[in-house]
Nanobody, 120 residues
Framework: QVKLVESGGGLVQAGESLTLSCAADTTSGRTFNKYSMGWFRQAPGKPREFVAAVSCSGVPYGRYGISRNNVNKTVTLQMNSLKPEDTAVYFC?????????????????WGQGTQVTVSS
């Protein structure tokens, strides 16, 4: 079991940057470094969309800078040059497979999400 809590969302202007963080609380015997981690986003009326993922060993995949700290049990998403179309709720997710996945239904655990709003 993994509890995920996102932070760092907010209101920014187009062209600015934002860093999202996800803190993991692993209550089972499975350690954080045995989960691949992903970020997804969902805008109103649209399906959940893949943003980035990182494997257990730290190999990133996706459009933004994603990194993980297995000591602190956190995953960070660095987003630059944001556009109004990046406005969405951003979700952190954990998968018990080590290879980074791009499909939302591959992930086993989800956070509650953090709102990112980009104004023009």
């Amino acid at each position: 079991q993994v509890k995920l809590v996102e932070s760092g969302g907010g209101l920014v202007q187009a062209g600015e940057s934002l860093t999202l963080s996800c803190a993991a609380d692993t209550t089972s015997g499975r350690t954080f470094n045995k989960y691949s981690m992903g970020w997804f986003r969902q805008a109103p009326g649209k399906p959940r969309e893949f943003v980035a993922a990182v494997s257990c060993s730290g190999v990133p995949y996706g459009r933004y800078g994603i990194s993980r700290n297995n000591v602190n049990k956190t995953v960070t998403l660095q987003m630059n040059s944001l556009k109004p179309e990046d406005t969405a709720v951003y979700f952190c997710a954990a998968d018990e497979a080590c290879v980074a996945q791009t499909r939302a239904n591959s992930y086993d655990y989800w956070g509650q999400g953090t709102q990112v709003t980009v104004s023009s």
